[in-house]
């Protein structure tokens, strides 16, 4: 059974970082994706980031040069280390994965191609 359970929210002022962490447990494929998405009151889940078991990434395009994510393979810890929060980054973010797939290319950024997800974890950015 796949366990994903998300720390590092909080909240900060705009133009402060934070670290999210997200610990797998779990994923039994050779090849695998995960990502992290956000939602935030009255909208839909977004995709932020994804990274491959290749180490391919993707991000969506507002967080663009803002956001890093990364993982940490012997861990099995995924990471999203956020910069120059801005206060439309305030959401509920959630680690998600998919077992199987192909890693050699960046990863969708949509619901639908991952399904595992975690808890969630709380960011606030004030302005």
């Known amino acids: 059974q796949v366990q994903l359970v998300e720390s590092g929210g909080g909240s900060v002022q705009a133009g402060g970082s934070l670290r999210l962490s997200c610990a797998e447990s779990?994923?039994?494929?050779?090849?695998?994706?995960m990502g992290w998405f956000r939602q935030a009151p009255g909208k839909e889940r977004e995709g932020v980031a994804a990274?491959?078991?290749?180490?391919?990434?993707s991000y969506t395009d507002s967080v663009k040069g803002r956001f890093t994510i990364s993982q940490d393979n012997a861990k099995n810890t995924l990471f999203l280390q956020m910069n120059s929060l801005k206060p439309e980054d305030t959401a509920m973010y959630y680690c998600a994965a998919k077992d199987g797939g192909y890693p050699w290319v960046p990863p969708p950024l949509r619901t639908a191609d991952f399904g595992y997800w975690g808890q969630g974890t709380q960011v606030t950015v004030s302005s």
């Open positions: 779990g994923l039994t494929y050779r090849t695998y994706r």
């Open positions: 990274i491959s078991s290749a180490g391919h990434t």
